[in-house]
């Protein structure tokens, strides 16, 4: 659902007909015989289609965090889908600029709750040996999204006025999905026990572990949903110096995510290609094939996560990002000016290391900046730590959303230098800072993992010494 919301738009948005009926301003630069490659789709209404619905994920997250917790993992996630299919109606029904954005809007909404309660269901419900590759379906399961959603870009750009109408209408079937599906999956014990449904959270855990042998896993949970209900304000809790190591990361990890480039890259796919000098199919073809990637590239990541560990596959993605973003910068400052086109074999160049940027992506920033914040945080401060997260991911997914194609207008192929100078700054990011969190119980972070970090350990012997 939220992956085909991604890759839906930038398709849409390269169509002449959708072009022609709600941005004519953008559709006649478009076809202007000596246009600037690097400009002719800078417009912020055009930006703001994209953009409205990370705007309205971001609020919506912290309302969604709330009812997690009061409601439970599987409520929100129907929630999610309601909101999302009233946002589809609007979409593929839209006769003027408002009933898109406030589609969208909706969409967001949708976005923001299944984002809050999709990640903390799967490390919840996970055991702990495969918890990294169980949680990284959810970013499998983005890409594929984005996937198909190339794939419908291309089989309707020719269906000519209403192809994009149908575009858009095709979201409603992950959301009708979702919908049917949070109806027939069980809630996770520990939202259970947070409820105090003690008895349905102990069988539960027995039902999905599949034996009664649950005791040590069992006292686990009772222990953190007592320390839980201890904190009252979450939200105060997590600004305490002891939540720290866990907020900075998981903000961090979003941040980033988003400053590698990857989602001005898979929104915009389809515009980028054309404005390198693909024609629209050539260009939405280019954008199917980043999609398989994408998806084959997420599969490496499910087998990789729990023997090798998050370090070494974010490492290994930074040199291969870094090393991407600066060359197809180099080949797009070297050849391609305001008004001409890219060689073909350049242009297939192009497409080939954007390929290889997206692939490392997939197996690291992007799935991992989903499951560390997931997995780190005490249940105390979990679902309020996961909305800072989520909404942080969505506030700068929107800034990129928003800046993207003004910032192609004025930095042109620098653009590319400024997302690598970015992916350094990552790279030491992890080096110094982020700690393995590989097989390590969800609930035993803080005494695992935190108080031994050379680093973040400092903030938690403070807090214990508060306490005696």
Not at 103 to 117: D, E, K, M, P, S
Not at 324 to 333: D, E, N, P, R, S
Not at 369 to 381: D, N, R
Request: hydrophobic share 50%; proline share 3%.
């Amino acid at each position: 659902m939220f992956g085909y919301d991604i890759g839906i738009s930038g398709g849409v948005t390269s169509m002449d007909d959708f072009l022609e009926e709600f941005f004519p301003g953008v559709y006649a630069r478009k076809h202007k015989a000596k246009e600037d490659n690097y400009c002719k789709y800078d417009n912020q209404g055009l930006q703001l289609f994209t953009s409205s619905l990370y705007l309205a994920a971001l609020v919506s997250s912290f309302v969604a965090s709330k009812l997690c917790t009061k409601h439970g993992r599987r409520l929100t996630m129907q929630a999610a889908s309601v909101f999302f299919l009233a946002g589809v109606v609007l979409n593929a029904a839209a006769r003027n600029i408002a009933m898109l954005i406030i589609g969208r809007i909706l969409l967001g909404v949708g976005v923001g709750f299944a984002n809050q309660a999709v990640p903390l269901f799967l490390s919840e419900i996970a055991p702990v040996r495969i918890r990294g590759a169980l949680n990284i379906l959810f970013q499998l399961d983005v890409t594929i999204g984005i996937f198909v959603a190339n794939i419908v870009n291309y089989l309707v750009s020719n269906i000519h006025p209403w192809g994009w109408r149908l575009a858009l209408g095709l979201a409603g079937v992950p959301a009708t999905m979702l919908c049917l599906g949070s109806f027939v999956i069980a809630e996770t014990p520990t939202s259970l026990i947070e409820r105090e449904q003690l008895i349905e959270g102990l069988a539960m855990l027995k039902k999905i572990r599949g034996t009664g042998n649950v005791d040590a896993e069992h006292q686990e949970i009772l222990h953190a949903c007592e320390m839980a209900r201890q904190v009252k304000q979450p939200f105060r809790n997590l600004m305490k110096r002891s939540s720290r190591p866990q907020l900075v990361i998981a903000i961090a990890m979003q941040v980033f995510q988003q400053f590698t480039g990857i989602n001005a890259i898979m929104f915009y796919a389809p515009v980028l290609f054309q404005t390198i000098g693909f024609k629209n199919d050539a260009s939405l073809l280019s954008a199917v094939i980043t999609g398989i990637v994408n998806v084959l590239s997420t599969v490496v990541s499910v087998v990789l996560v729990d023997k090798v560990g998050r370090r070494f596959l974010l490492l290994e993605a930074c040199g291969q990002m870094l090393i991407t973003q600066v060359a197809i910068g180099g080949l797009l400052f070297v050849n391609l000016r305001a008004t001409n086109e890219l060689q073909h074999g350049v242009a297939i160049w192009v497409v080939v290391l954007v390929c290889l940027f997206v692939s490392s992506f997939a197996w690291s920033w992007g799935p991992l900046g989903w499951l560390i914040p997931s997995e780190t945080f005490p249940l105390a401060t979990r679902t309020a730590g996961y909305a800072f997260a989520v909404s942080s991911n969505m506030v700068f997914t929107f800034v990129i959303a928003q800046a993207f194609l003004s910032m192609m207008c004025h930095l042109r192929a620098g653009i590319f230098f400024f997302f690598a100078a970015w992916i350094v700054v990552m790279g030491l990011f992890v080096i110094f800072l982020l700690p393995e969190t590989k097989n390590v119980p969800i609930d035993e972070m803080t005494e695992k993992v935190w108080k031994k970090h050379w680093f973040w350990k400092r903030f938690m012997d403070e807090e214990e010494e508060e306490r005696r």
